[in-house]
């Protein structure tokens, strides 16, 4: 059964975002649900604990130790993602089969990744909904529904999502995404406690995961897209009193926070111009985040920058410190300790907030202990933990159009000459989807590989030329302005063409592929490691697949008419190992899936488990896509065209896709009912309930410019049955 591997391993958490409201600090509620509604349908059981989520800092340092188990983000602290569990092996895979599955109710995107504790899974849907299952028979014990307010996703770049819940001393920690922290009674999911992690004035989210630190819970937040200011927080898993916090980029000079951060604001604020301060800065983190217990630091990395240009951000210039870095703290106190900036002066939306991985490498000879991070700019880096001092870094993925290569002595990159955004647009690998995000890679300590979800992507680059950026809070502070709009066509079309995406097994200490499987296009999930030479991850293809972990064979797929974006778990009952995962995807920006003239649809979310020979469960069949419409006819003046381009950028594209294509709905596939309502469901709110904010400032005439450019794009696409 098990098969207890050599090497020493390790473990993980989870992260976070906020909302925007409440004064500078939170207020902590000790109540049972106002606004939350507990729904308690089950008993719990299988526990072998006395109770439910009963985490504390010896389980939570020893998780390796209880392979059965899967208690917080990333397995173990470590955040490997590898599970000694082996009952599931490259000999037996072939017998899977799928033991239960669970509806979230939802088509909306599911990126959780679920905790198993005791017989229990605990997992986050849309809008934060929080549900345990019996995880043997799939049995619902209780949800909690924080209620997050429908417009919440106007300022969500991607989605209504979150990447998991903490668990601590028989508490499950929800970080919801309008920005609260909230903790519910693992047994029965009524509310402990509840803080709100945002600054007034903020607009702040939270899809991240909160991780544990010692019995602080850490999290960071989402709006950095939209003029925040973000920082990380530390709460007290019991009562929900803040600990720390730590402002990630500087406020306005000579005004103290009274934080955690402020011995090093000046020192960050040397590295500004401008007057970045009246428009956010941001640097949020918004996924990766590790406590190591043995230096007692909290890692963190930081986001992009606010206003996403340096023109609009910092016009002269600078490295803009804490963006795009690796940050560590004290866990206690929040002090600052080392910082590494992987991105100076980041302007391409190449968030460094993938989540972080520590291991222990054998590198020319010695044994380090490192932290491996690959960011969206498609470089792998391996730092040493203590210091922050730069290993190694290399490219993993083709065709990088950034840096050239990274300087070790300097430890910084070296950047091709034309690559910064000009006002001639251009196109840049990687994308903003990157050459890997947030999805969640694993490292095999047996196979000494790490497991990622890579994808060669390009984006149109370009800069608003000067005095065309106006800045709005909670607004796309992106403003690539709309000049040359036959090239940004032509660029868009090669774009969507040389897409794609692939497995890649990366050996980090000598920093060179081992292997990749190829994906038709970008967008495949998270992956597990264990011990069985297993990888498992959701593909493109809408599968799930199980590859050998030492060569990549494929060994086993099961189609899923989904893909699962976030990170599969492992775990053990009864002497019986599952394997879990969220299937959803409708928050991954997916292009080119409309292939043989088979339009593209998301399909319902779903909480996937497998085991050995389990049968008799099934799917329900997808659903019939239907009949593709036409797009109207009707045409319009090039001018109004580019008005609606240009306001489309900065309003919609965040959500409806860059030129109109993918994101959380395709505007180019509207029914004649829909287009008949654009007016009423772009001012009046009439989509509310599922997410499409109001637009209140807008005019009726600037709404029609959008439907007028949205028409157009839909023409453009459209090949008589499909959207090319
Ligand atoms: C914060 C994200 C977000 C932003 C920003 C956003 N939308 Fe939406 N929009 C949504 C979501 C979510 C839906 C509903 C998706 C669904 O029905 O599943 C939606 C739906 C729509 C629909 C209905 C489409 C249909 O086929 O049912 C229209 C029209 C629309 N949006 C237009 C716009 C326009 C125009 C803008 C910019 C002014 C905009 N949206 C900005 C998230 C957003």
Redesign the pocket.
């Known amino acids: 059964m098990l098969r207890a591997p050599s090497i020493a391993i390790t473990f993980a958490l989870a992260l976070v975002l906020a909302g925007c409201r409440d004064s500078g600090d939170q207020q902590t509620t000790t109540s049972t649900s106002t606004t939350a509604a507990v729904t308690v349908t089950g008993l719990v059981a299988n526990t072998t604990s006395a109770r439910p989520a009963d985490v504390n800092q010896a389980r939570y340092e020893n998780a390796i130790n209880e392979p059965g188990q899967w208690m917080t983000y990333g397995g173990t602290w470590k955040e490997q993602r590898f599970s000694p569990l082996d009952q599931i092996n490259e000999s037996n895979v072939n017998r899977l089969g799928l033991a239960w599955y669970a509806e979230l109710g939802t088509?909306?995107g599911v990126e959780a990744t679920p905790l198993f504790i005791d017989g229990v899974l605990y997992n986050i849907s849309a809008w934060s909904v929080t549900t345990a299952y019996d995880a043997v028979t799939g049995e619902e014990l209780w949800t909690y529904d924080p209620k997050v307010p429908p417009e919440y996703?106007?300022?969500?770049?991607c989605?209504?999502v979150s990447r998991g819940v903490a668990a601590w001393n028989g508490k499950i920690i929800i970080a919801s995404l309008d920005g609260r922290l909230i903790a519910v009674d693992a047994a029965t999911g009524e509310e402990i406690w509840q803080t709100d992690t945002r600054i007034e004035g903020q607009p702040l989210s939270i899809t991240g995961a909160p991780r544990m630190a010692d019995g602080l819970v850490v999290i960071g937040n989402s709006g950095g897209d939209v003029g925040s200011r973000g920082y990380m927080t530390a709460y007290d898993a019991e009562t929900g009193e803040k600990a720390w916090r730590f402002f990630i980029v500087p406020g306005e000079p000579g005004v103290a926070d009274g934080e955690a951060s402020d011995s090093v604001m000046d020192m960050a604020a040397a590295t500004w111009t401008g007057e970045w301060w009246t428009m956010g800065g941001g640097g949020n983190n918004w996924d990766g985040i590790i406590h190591d217990p043995n230096l007692n630091l909290v890692y963190f990395g930081t986001g992009n920058g606010s206003p996403h240009l340096m023109r609009h951000r910092s016009p002269g210039g600078g490295d803009n410190l804490f963006l795009c870095s690796i940050v560590a703290v004290d866990a206690t106190t929040g002090e600052y300790r080392w910082h590494y900036q992987e991105i100076p002066a980041e302007e391409w939306d190449y968030d460094c907030t993938a989540p972080l991985m520590l291991a222990e490498l054998e590198i020319a000879g010695a044994e380090r202990e490192v932290i491996m991070h690959a960011p969206k700019n498609g470089y792998f880096y391996v730092l040493d933990r203590a210091t922050g001092e730069l290993l190694s870094a290399e490219a993993f993925v083709e065709g990088n159009d950034w840096a050239q290569y990274i300087d070790i002595e300097t430890g910084r990159p070296v950047l091709y000459p034309d690559a910064r955004p000009t006002e001639t647009p251009k196109l840049m690998s990687p994308g903003f989807g990157g050459g890997h995000s947030w999805n969640p890679m694993s490292f095999s300590p047996l196979t000494g590989l790490v497991y990622t979800p890579a994808h060669y992507t390009t984006h149109v680059s370009s800069v608003a030329p000067e005095g065309e950026f106006e800045f709005q809070l909670g607004r796309s502070t992106y403003a690539p302005g709309r000049q040359e709009p036959e090239l940004r066509r032509e660029l868009n079309q090669q774009m969507q063409e040389t897409e794609y995406g692939f497995l890649l097994a990366w050996n980090p200490a000598t920093q060179q592929e081992a292997w990749r499987v190829p994906h038709p296009h970008s967008g495949s999930g998270g992956t597990l490691a264990t011990a069985g030479n297993l990888v498992a991850q959701s593909t493109i293809r809408k599968t799930v697949s199980i590859y050998a972990a030492d060569d990549g064979e494929l060994l086993w797929e099961m189609p899923v008419d989904s893909v699962a974006p976030g990170g599969p778990i492992t775990y053990m009952v009864d002497g019986k190992q599952y394997i879990a995962l969220n299937a959803g995807w409708?928050s991954a920006l997916v292009y080119g899936l409309n292939e043989g003239g088979v339009p593209f649809s998301?399909s319902p979310a779903r909480l996937l488990v497998f085991a050995l020979d389990a049968s008799g469960v099934e799917l329900p069949p997808p659903q019939d896509p239907g009949e593709l419409v036409a797009p109207p006819s009707t045409q319009f003046s090039r001018e109004q065209i580019d008005r609606g381009a240009e306001?489309?950028a900065t309003?919609?594209q965040?959500?409806?896709g860059q030129s109109a294509i993918g994101?959380?709905?395709d505007?180019r596939?509207?029914?004649e009912e829909?287009h008949a309502?654009?007016n009423t469901?772009?001012l009046q709110g009439t989509?509310a309930d599922?997410?499409?904010?109001v637009?209140p400032d807008?005019t009726e005439a600037q709404?029609e410019d959008?439907?007028a450019y949205?028409i157009s794009r839909a023409q453009e696409d459209w090949q008589g049955g499909f959207m090319q």
Request: glycine share 8%; proline share 2%; charged share 15%.
């Open positions: 088509r909306r996703s106007r300022i969500t770049c989605g209504t409708n998301y306001l489309f309003n919609c965040l959500c409806h994101g959380l709905k505007l596939y509207m029914t829909v309502e654009f469901i772009v989509r599922k997410g499409m904010p637009q807008m709404v959008i439907h949205v």
